[in-house]
Structures are given as C-alpha cells and as structure tokens.
C-alpha cells in the first residue's frame, strides 16, 4: 500500500460518485449486492429502514478508526474524504425517483462484470472509500495475513445479512458476487492503469469493496 495518496485526481471523485450510483441503482433495487460494505449497507438499511449513506458512513467510521490506527495518516485522509463523498453521493441519489425495472438476472450479470469498475478506477491509483479493501490491504502488510482471507471473512458479515433480509436467492447471489469481487476488481485495476496511464503494474490479488 502506498504511503502517500493523491487525493484530488479527478478519478478518485468519479471512482466515488459510481460506486454510490451503483449501490443506488442497481443494487438496492435488486436487492443483492456485490458483497462488502455495500451489501452489509443495503442490508442493514433495508433491516433498519432506514437510509443505505448513513448506515455506510457510520460502518466506515469503525473503518477508518482502524485504518488511522494501523495505516497512518495520509491513507488515512484519503479514506476517510473518500467514504464521505460516497456515502453523501448515496443520500443524494436516493433522494432521485428513479428506478431500473430489469429480471434478476440482468441485475446480476451487470453487476458481476461491471460492479468493480469503479474499484478498478480507485485502485488503480492506490485509492480507497474505506471498504473492506482498506482493512484487507493492512492486514497483509502488517500481519502477512492473505487478502484472500481477510476479505472471505469480512463477506461473511455482507453475505449473511443478504441472507436474512432479502432471502436465500439474494444470499446465493451476493456470495457468488463476493467470491468473483477479487478477481474483476483486479482486472479493471489493471485494465485502467493500463489505459489511463500507459503502464502496467502489479495489483494486490483478490481485492475487493
């Protein structure tokens, strides 16, 4: 992990802004989720009744308590304004009657593949919003734990919730979503680092949200 972040770059704001429109749009409104703190939003939110960008920012205040503790400042910094910018942009967006009215399995296959574009973008510049990335990332650097793991037992907390309030189809889903998070949150990194930068460079295996 870096250990200095640019927090301005204009990739950051829209990485943040589509990750909420995302949540928003697509996820709620399917009631499954590509797993993470979105999932563990939208399920908590749906459960309480209440709305998905303020359950989100208080579940990454915790986040971002830890990431000061053990990542440091700049990292951090950026989270934190990266986790409010998203959770605001979700209260914004909720506000908006605006609905997809598409089968399941549209909702699915749209959030398999392009679910993790916006972490792409993020990550693509060391980014974060204070996911379960955020902890994942430090976990391996100070403990050597796999990122593969930490992420599989953090999910466990989205997936379950998933389970409870929207059944056991959106269970299932959510799961498969989560399982499939690493791989295309790398790919786009990748793809957007390759693209936007005109490199190529080495991205942690089996990041996620």
Request: net charge positive.
């Amino acid at each position: 992990m870096a250990n200095h972040v640019k927090i301005f770059s204009l990739r950051f704001y829209i990485g943040c802004f589509l990750i909420a429109a995302n949540n928003v749009f697509v996820e709620k409104q399917a009631h499954i989720a590509s797993g993470g703190v979105s999932a563990l939003s939208i399920g908590l939110a749906e459960w309480l009744h209440t709305s998905i960008g303020i359950i989100n920012l208080i579940i990454k205040i915790f986040i971002f308590c830890f990431v000061y503790c053990f990542g440091g400042q700049a990292i951090a910094l950026s989270t934190m304004i990266g986790a409010t910018i998203t959770a605001v942009s979700m209260r914004f967006f909720e506000l908006i009657p605006f609905a997809f009215n598409f089968p399941m399995w549209i909702f699915f296959l749209w959030l398999l593949i392009f679910s993790k574009l916006p972490m792409g973008l993020l990550v693509s510049k060391g980014y974060s919003t204070g996911g379960y990335t955020s902890v994942a990332q430090i976990l391996w650097h100070r403990r050597h734990i796999p990122l593969w793991a930490s992420l599989t037992s953090l999910n466990a907390f989205s997936i379950t919730i998933m389970f409870v309030v929207s059944g056991s189809i959106a269970g299932i889903l959510t799961a498969i979503l989560s399982l499939s998070s690493g791989f295309f949150t790398e790919w786009w990194g990748k793809f957007f680092t390759s693209v936007l930068d005109q490199k190529t460079v080495s991205i942690p295996k089996k990041t996620g949200s």
